[in-house]
């Protein structure tokens, strides 16, 4: 079991007396190369002194010049501890204390502007190992919160019919049963996160048309939008653009983004969705899902990729119950591509939602 460090002041400065302690034999190393080198310039200087006005004064050589490198020196490693050795001693205190096992350490930004750069670099690393960390613990108690609703009501419908409370009609039996497939839902998208986070998710490379997953989604999707009574939108780019990908993940991907615009777009709004060739030294296909919706807050726009983030349970539409996980899977799935996504949104304008993809 990892033990935390001693939080106390006195453990504090033993590791810090500690970690000085270990630069001891090059601290003293680098003095008696700067006495030498001072030293002999001493020296040197007395020679030129005395060659040119003839004085010869041995005290002159003893005390007088030494002193006054003596004290140059002592301003010069003052200088250089303060710019260079401090700091560095900050930052190597900081991964000790990381490598225990904390990970609420943090280098002060502001303490040398030589290593500003290296130090605000190390605090984000260690501010996203926290956040990860953080996510980790709360993994457990999120998945017991998302089975603990359905598992209660398919608990409450099956003790109502046995106990005699509830007939067991065809209406009871499916609210159990649409439970159950929730469940399964959840419990496969756990899967195949906890796959594709491993980089253990096979995929099924083929390689086919752009336009071709943009119309069976558009397909798939033509009787909810048209309930929905929202305007769901098709502008491909080029439509002789190919991909080599796995179709039914990149469907999958898709149809998640696809379902999550459907929630927050109110009647009357639109879905686009818009391919397009991105020049360069690889080409790639960009794929837009863009929604005239609610937006999302620009507090809550950097963790919608996270596991189990909904937003305001206001932004949901009743009867589109979802898991949580899938933006998270979307991330992984388009990662595992070898793709990047990304969210642009603003409050009451809408969202967007930018893939791209090797060709």
């Excluded at 919706?293 to 009867?319: A, H, V």
Aim: glycine share 10%; aromatic share 8%; charged share 25%.
């Amino acid at each position: 079991m990892t033990q935390n460090p001693d939080p106390s002041p006195k453990g504090s400065k033993e590791r810090e007396w500690q970690g000085g302690m270990r630069y001891l034999p090059i601290f003293l190393f680098i003095i008696a190369i700067i006495f030498l080198f001072f030293g002999g310039s001493a020296a040197l200087l007395y020679n030129v002194f005395a060659e040119y006005s003839g004085v010869r004064n041995l005290w002159l050589l003893i005390c007088g010049v030494p002193f006054g490198l003596i004290i140059t020196a002592i301003f010069i490693i003052y200088n250089l501890y303060s710019r260079y050795g401090k700091p560095l001693r900050q930052i190597l205190g900081a991964i000790d204390t990381v490598a225990e096992g904390d990970l609420s350490v943090r280098v002060q930004e502001d303490s040398s502007p030589q290593f500003g750069e290296l130090i605000k670099r190390f605090n984000k690393m260690v501010g996203e190992l926290d956040r990860s960390d953080q996510q980790r613990r709360n993994l457990a108690a999120d998945i017991a919160h998302e089975l603990r609703t359905p598992l209660h009501i398919i608990q409450g419908k099956l003790e109502g019919i046995t106990d005699g409370v509830y007939e067991a009609t065809p209406k009871h039996i499916n609210d159990a049963l649409e439970e159950t497939k929730l469940l399964t839902r959840l419990v496969n998208d756990l899967q195949t996160l906890s796959l594709a986070e491993t980089g253990q998710l096979p995929l099924n490379k083929t390689t086919f048309l752009v336009g071709d997953i943009i119309r069976d989604l558009s397909s798939s999707f033509s009787s909810q939008v048209m309930a929905l009574e929202i305007n769901l939108k098709e502008k491909i780019g080029d439509l002789d653009q190919q991909i080599t990908a796995d179709y039914v993940r990149l469907n999958q991907v898709f149809g998640n983004l696809i379902s999550n615009a459907l929630r927050h777009t109110p009647k009357g709004g639109t879905i686009s969705l818009e391919t397009e060739s991105v020049a360069g030294e690889r080409r790639r296909v960009r794929i837009k899902v863009k929604d005239t919706g609610e937006g999302i807050s620009p507090e809550n726009l950097p963790f919608i990729f996270d596991r189990f983030w909904r937003g305001e349970k206001s932004r949901t539409r009743e009867g589109h119950a979802s898991s949580g996980l899938g933006l998270a899977i979307a991330k992984q799935l388009i990662h595992a591509h070898g793709g990047t996504i990304e969210a642009h949104s603003e409050l009451g304008k809408g969202t967007s939602f930018v893939v791209e993809l090797p060709e």
